[in-house]
């Protein structure tokens, strides 16, 4: 058996947890699997991507680069089926959102989420629109969807028309033992504080957040540091916000994955406020490092944090600011949820996870030996 991964999306230290999805689960396949022959193709990018593999899994660098999206979308449509033909694939996982459509043999695609269609307003209408199109005509070429949280196959379900009996859930993971990675502990930065991701996108919802700190700020002693690259729009709304609590807010810049751990793992909890996410990675992340969660009572959210995490409302500016206050002072309920966030890691698993990738793959390649799915 021939398999060949897409990972012609990857821009390393971008791609966010999309990439943090492919590499985990590629990885784990390749701990999983030493039989069959696996083809990633990579853009110039990601060429030289750190990847631990065994020797069953080849690297196609292919010579474009992904940041001129144009070229990568006519790459993947026109070149990557003539790479499949050559090298006699038997089956192209596309592995975020989309692939070749006129690809041979079988096809897979991994869809996130629909937020395109769902919470599309920070993205321009020609990107949403190609998109758009090229996810529903994937999501309807191949022979499985894929996604990660039951929340997000009954969005494809719905917003793209796909059967839901053709989406299969292989979901995201935090695994406990990557948690000794040199991201030892201990900080730079005044304590105490809490964190949240800075993401420039409408949907993360940053802007309330913020709203919210400003509200809750005299009656916390905490700092509020923004994990990452702070987007324009939002450096000038802490810059708007009065002067005691601009001192208060830090955006970090990037942030290396070690860093980013550090300072995530120093925290005294984590502010979750996204309106829409397929699965919302960052959850588990945190729990991982031993951190209490409070997160927005939307889309796959409550799904992947269970009992773990205090919920609010995304949109409600005075509810977030009552969370951060409630968090703030009562270290029993931080403790609770601390404990309550580990047990939570343990339900996922990338082994799991390549597991049942792997179980879809041979279902597809020996239907004859397998009920459908």
Same mark, same amino acid.
């Given at each position: 058996?021939?398999? *060949?991964?897409?990972?012609?999306? %990857?821009?390393?230290g971008?791609?966010?947890g999309?990439?943090t999805?492919?590499v985990?689960?590629? /990885?784990?396949?390749?701990?999983?699997?030493?039989?069959?022959?696996?083809?990633?193709?990579?853009?110039?990018?990601?060429r $030289?991507?750190?990847?631990?593999?065994?020797?069953?899994?080849?690297?196609?660098?292919?010579?474009?680069?992904?940041?001129?999206?144009?070229?990568?979308?006519?790459?993947?449509?026109f070149?990557?089926? +003539?790479?499949?033909?050559?090298?006699?694939?038997?089956?192209? @996982?596309?592995?975020?959102?989309? #692939?070749?459509? %006129?690809?041979? *043999?079988?096809?897979?695609?991994?869809?996130?989420?629909?937020? !395109?269609?769902?919470?599309?307003?920070s993205?321009?209408?020609l990107?949403?629109? =190609?998109?758009?199109?090229?996810?529903?005509?994937?999501?309807?070429?191949?022979?499985?969807?894929?996604?990660?949280? @039951?929340?997000?196959?009954?969005?494809? +379900?719905?917003?793209?028309?796909?059967?839901r009996?053709?989406?299969?859930?292989?979901?995201?993971?935090?695994?406990?033992a990557?948690? $000794?990675?040199?991201?030892?502990? #201990?900080?730079n930065?005044? %304590?105490?504080?809490?964190?949240?991701?800075?993401g420039?996108?409408?949907?993360?919802?940053?802007?309330?957040?913020i $709203?919210?700190?400003?509200?809750?700020? $005299?009656?916390?002693?905490?700092?509020?540091?923004?994990? *990452?690259?702070?987007a324009?729009?939002?450096? /000038?709304?802490?810059?708007?916000?009065p002067?005691?609590?601009?001192?208060r807010?830090?955006?970090t810049?990037?942030?290396?994955?070690?860093?980013?751990?550090?300072?995530?793992?120093?925290?005294?909890?984590?502010? !979750?406020?996204?309106?829409?996410?397929?699965?919302?990675?960052?959850?588990?992340?945190?729990?991982?490092e031993?951190?209490?969660?409070?997160?927005?009572?939307?889309?796959?959210?409550?799904?992947?944090? #269970?009992?773990s995490a205090?919920?609010?409302?995304?949109?409600s500016? /005075? &509810?977030?600011?009552?969370?951060?206050?409630?968090?703030?002072? &009562?270290? =029993?309920?931080?403790? =609770?949820?601390? &404990?309550? *966030? =580990?047990?939570?890691? /343990?339900r996922?698993?990338?082994a799991?996870?390549?597991?049942?990738l792997y @179980?879809?793959?041979?279902?597809?390649l020996?239907?004859?030996?397998?009920?459908q799915?």
């Open positions: 058996m021939k398999i *060949g991964i897409n990972l012609l999306f %990857l821009l390393p971008e791609t966010g999309i990439q999805h492919a985990a689960l590629v /990885e784990a396949l390749g701990r999983l699997d030493r039989e069959h022959e696996y083809f990633l193709f990579l853009n110039e990018e990601s $030289d991507l750190p990847l631990e593999l065994p020797a069953n899994f080849h690297r196609v660098p292919c010579a474009f680069c992904a940041r001129r999206r144009a070229v990568r979308y006519a790459w993947e449509q070149l990557l089926p +003539a790479q499949a033909i050559a090298r006699g694939l038997d089956m192209v @996982h596309s592995m975020a959102y989309v #692939g070749p459509v %006129l690809a041979p *043999g079988l096809s897979l695609v991994t869809t996130h989420d629909v937020n !395109f269609l769902a919470w599309g307003r993205m321009g209408a990107r949403r629109l =190609t998109l758009g199109t090229i996810c529903f005509a994937m999501a309807h070429r191949a022979d499985t969807v894929l996604t990660v949280s @039951h929340f997000a196959a009954q969005e494809i +379900a719905t917003r793209l028309r796909v059967n009996r053709r989406i299969v859930v292989v979901a995201n993971a935090a695994d406990a990557d948690a $000794d990675d040199g991201a030892t502990g #201990g900080n930065v005044v %304590l105490p504080y809490f964190a949240a991701f800075a420039g996108d409408e949907n993360k919802n940053i802007a309330r957040l $709203d919210a700190f400003v509200l809750a700020a $005299d009656r916390v002693p905490h700092r509020l540091v923004l994990l *990452g690259r702070l324009p729009r939002l450096a /000038e709304q802490v810059a708007r916000a002067a005691s609590v601009q001192a807010i830090e955006a810049g990037f942030l290396c994955r070690t860093e980013l751990r550090r300072r995530l793992r120093g925290a005294a909890f984590l502010v !979750f406020p996204s309106f829409y996410e397929g699965f919302g990675l960052p959850i588990l992340e945190a729990q991982r031993g951190v209490a969660v409070a997160c927005a009572n939307s889309s796959s959210l409550p799904e992947v944090a #269970g009992d205090l919920l609010f409302d995304p949109h500016t /005075e &509810d977030i600011a009552a969370k951060i206050e409630q968090l703030a002072s &009562d270290r =029993t309920l931080q403790a =609770t949820l601390q &404990d309550r *966030g =580990t047990r939570n890691v /343990e996922y698993s990338w799991a996870s390549a597991r049942r @179980h879809v793959y041979l279902e597809l020996r239907p004859a030996a397998s009920p799915i």
